[in-house]
Nanobody
Framework: QVQLVESGGGLVQPGGSLRLSCAAS????????AAWFRQAPGKDREYVAG????????YYRDSVKGRFTISRDSGKNTLYLQMNSLKPEDTAVYYC???????????????????WGQGTQVTVSS
């Protein structure tokens, strides 16, 4: 079992930055695919960014490329999402997810992940 706890969300003005963290316990994230998803009110959960199981493949959705950066600290067993140049359309609840059986072609499929955090709210508004 893996427990995931997100933190770092909040209210920020357009153009601002936030750094989300996802602390994992119970099992190392090494060897697992790990990702950030988000869900806005009335919309489906969507993939934001993530690593493949080997870490050799990193994917970002087009709308966040060049603004968001995913990283991880193996020593702290923590996943991060640095979000810069935030826009109102980035407003959502952000979730981290992990799965040891996620294959590369399924990285963007939220149904492929076994473990989820509780989510952290990000609101971009002036």
């Amino acid at each position: 079992q893996v427990q995931l706890v997100e933190s770092g969300g909040g209210l920020v003005q357009p153009g601002g930055s936030l750094r989300l963290s996802c602390a994992a316990s119970g099992r190392s994230l090494s060897g697992s695919a790990a990702a950030w998803f988000r869900q806005a009110p009335g919309k489906d959960r969507e993939y934001v960014a993530g690593f493949s199981r080997t870490g050799g493949y990193t994917y970002y959705r087009d709308s966040v490329k060049g603004r968001f950066t995913i990283s991880r600290d193996s020593g702290k067993n923590t996943l991060y999402l640095q979000m810069n140049s935030l826009k109102p359309e980035d407003t959502a609840v952000y979730y981290c997810a992990a799965g040891a059986r996620v294959i590369t072609s399924q990285l963007r499929n939220h149904g492929a992940y076994d473990y989820w955090g509780q989510g952290t709210q990000v609101t971009v508004s002036s």
